[in-house]
């Protein structure tokens, strides 16, 4: 039907024990799981007419996050650049981290025309009209 795909700038061999590992994280929503080898998390339900996707995107803005169609694949693509400046008598410490994640989904049928994308309370919520035409690509607004 769909597949996703993780995208990491770090190749990661998968075993037995990352899987594991993963499940025991999931069960006990480990607040210290590292971002570094992962991505955000998402859910992909398929309806009669539509494809509705839900990503748990906490602390991130609207203007942080790229939505869009291409050849038959939904991707949802976060950058964020965070600043912090600490300022003490004679000296500046500044600190700079950038942060790049990516979820590509495979949808097929879907119209590009009819995709739309809204973040609210750290959910982005991406729904998705089905089509029998095929598609290119298409670049979706967050509201």
Do not use: W
Not at 70 to 75: G, K, P, S
Not at 86 to 110: F, G, T
């Amino acid at each position: 039907m769909f597949k996703l795909t993780p995208f990491t700038n770090t190749p990661r061999r998968r075993d037995e024990l990352s899987d594991f590992n993963n499940l025991i994280d999931d069960f006990f929503n480990a607040p210290f799981r590292s971002l570094r080898h992962d991505t955000f998390k998402l859910d992909v339900k398929e309806e009669d007419n539509q494809y509705i996707i839900e990503a748990d995107l906490p602390g991130i803005n609207r203007n942080e996050i790229k939505v869009s169609y291409d050849d038959q694949h939904l991707i949802i693509a976060i950058e964020r650049d965070e600043e912090k400046e600490d300022k003490q008598e004679n000296y500046l410490h500044r600190e700079r981290q950038v942060c790049s994640m990516r979820r590509v989904i495979n949808l097929p049928d879907v119209d590009k025309n009819h995709v739309k994308a809204k973040l609210e309370d750290g959910v982005l919520r991406v729904s998705a009209q089905k089509t029998t035409e095929e598609e290119t690509s298409h670049l979706i607004d967050v509201e």
